[in-house]
């Protein structure tokens, strides 16, 4: 053999035996979803599933049950990509009930039919260098739920992004102690929702661009009330994203333009916060009572009480316009068409609780202290708004802070 029949022997080799190494990749993760599955199914305690690197495509739910100490890990936030674009069976990304000490990080899930990763009846949880997104321009066809820890017992979510969800982007319901710290959550409906949730702590987040940045509800008709909630050190910006929540959902009926906002739930401290240009309003405190007279649970307290409000920084721009598709646009913009109050109470109050001066007693009080001069309102919305005031005089008082979560 000539050095050119060499030299061409040895050249088609090594192609051939790239194209078979190339190939052989491929076929390893054809069906990756049968194969992480399965290894979900056969996790022993203290398993560590790693999913490499790479964009890969799903059909189905993934679903963990049962399973002790197992953490999944991808090879980074944006290395692996889990994508279920073309969902045909199921609804979540990753549906994982009856667990305990989990750890989910490094990677990211987009563009579910449902949830992007709910997790339910788990003790102990880690959600760390997380992204659950929607690719698409944000609408209501979208996933309803980013992050959906529900009825857990210790979730920490740490460093995690949540993009386009339908109803919340970082999302925690009937649970118990939790931290949210360090997340970012934009062009959700809500950013970030602590829902009939017992010891939260939500700190250094970045909510922007979404309908409404931070959310503490409490709903009727479910297990638990919440309270005990702390949002602190936290950036509610620019948050007047229109709302493309699926009609009857509840934050439906939150105006866009919404920095903060306490719906019905009880002890909750705001501070040290920067809430800034959120077009309708800073932070709003509101009884059930004021977007749904009517509930069917004999065991819902609609009112909100113990809500300590103080030491945050909160603006809106002076030729900003409060969205006049809602009811709450219209009224503040009819009431102050020129310096719009920053903070609003609605006035509903439990009439089952001794109150003084237009507010409730400690330790039931709503207390707004000093928040960089922000305005604030007591709407008198039982009597049809008609006594309105601006005089905090009544509210101005203190309550005891709440202790920080310990995990």
């Known amino acids: ?205 970045y909510a922007h661009e979404n309908t409404g940045g931070l959310l503490v509800f409490d709903m009727p008709g479910l297990t638990q009330s919440g309270s005990k909630v702390r949002l602190h050190h936290n950036r509610s910006i620019d948050n007047s994203h229109r709302n493309f929540a699926p009609k009857g959902n509840i934050v439906g009926e939150v105006p866009p333009g919404t920095g903060v906002m306490i719906l019905a739930t009880k002890e909750v401290e705001i501070y040290e916060n920067d809430i800034e240009k959120n077009n309708t309003i800073g932070i709003a405190i509101v009884s059930y009572k004021l977007v749904q007279q009517s509930h069917g649970d004999s065991t819902f307290n609609p009112y909100p009480k113990a809500i300590y409000v103080h030491d945050n920084r909160i603006s809106i721009s002076t030729f900003s316009t409060p969205s006049l598709d809602y009811d709450l646009g219209k009224l503040l913009l009819y009431k102050f068409p020129i310096g719009r109050p920053y903070i609003v109470f609605d006035g509903y109050m439990d009439p089952s609780i001794e109150t003084k001066n237009g507010n409730y007693v400690a330790p039931y009080s709503i207390c707004i202290g000093d928040n960089g001069g922000a305005k604030f309102a007591a709407m008198d919305a039982p009597n049809e708004f008609k006594n309105m005031t601006t005089d905090r005089t009544n509210f101005d008082c203190t309550l005891t802070n709440l202790t920080p979560v310990n995990l």
């Not at 979540?92 to 009930?97: A, D, I, P, S, W």
């Not at 788990?122 to 209501?140: A, G, H, L, S």
């Not at 649970?175 to 970030?192: F, L, P, Q, W």
Request: charged share 25%; aromatic share 10%; net charge negative.
């Open 1 to 205: 053999m000539n050095f050119r029949n060499l030299f061409l022997a040895i050249f088609v080799c090594s192609f051939a035996a790239c194209s078979q190494k190339t190939e052989q990749k491929i076929t390893d993760w054809q069906d990756i979803e049968k194969d992480i599955q399965t290894k979900l199914i056969m996790a022993e305690d203290g398993a560590v599933i790693e999913l490499p690197a790479g964009n890969y495509k799903f059909k189905g739910s993934l679903s963990l049950e049962g399973k002790h100490n197992v953490t999944i890990k991808g090879a980074g936030l944006d290395k692996t990509i889990l994508s279920w674009a073309g969902q045909t069976e199921g609804a979540e990304g990753f549906k994982v009930e009856n667990c305990s000490n989990l750890v989910f990080s490094d990677f990211t899930i987009q563009d579910t039919k449902g949830d992007g990763i709910k997790t339910q009846k788990i003790k102990r949880i880690t959600f760390q260098n997380m992204k659950v997104e929607w690719t698409p321009e944000p609408n209501e066809k979208n996933g309803a739920y980013g992050f959906y820890p529900v009825d857990c017992d210790s979730v920490l979510m740490d460093n995690c992004i949540a993009i386009g969800a339908s109803d919340a982007g970082i999302y925690v319901g009937q649970s118990r102690d939790i931290i949210v710290k360090n997340c970012e959550a934009y062009h959700n409906v809500a950013g970030i929702e602590i829902e009939n949730c017992i010891r939260a702590d939500v700190f250094n987040n």
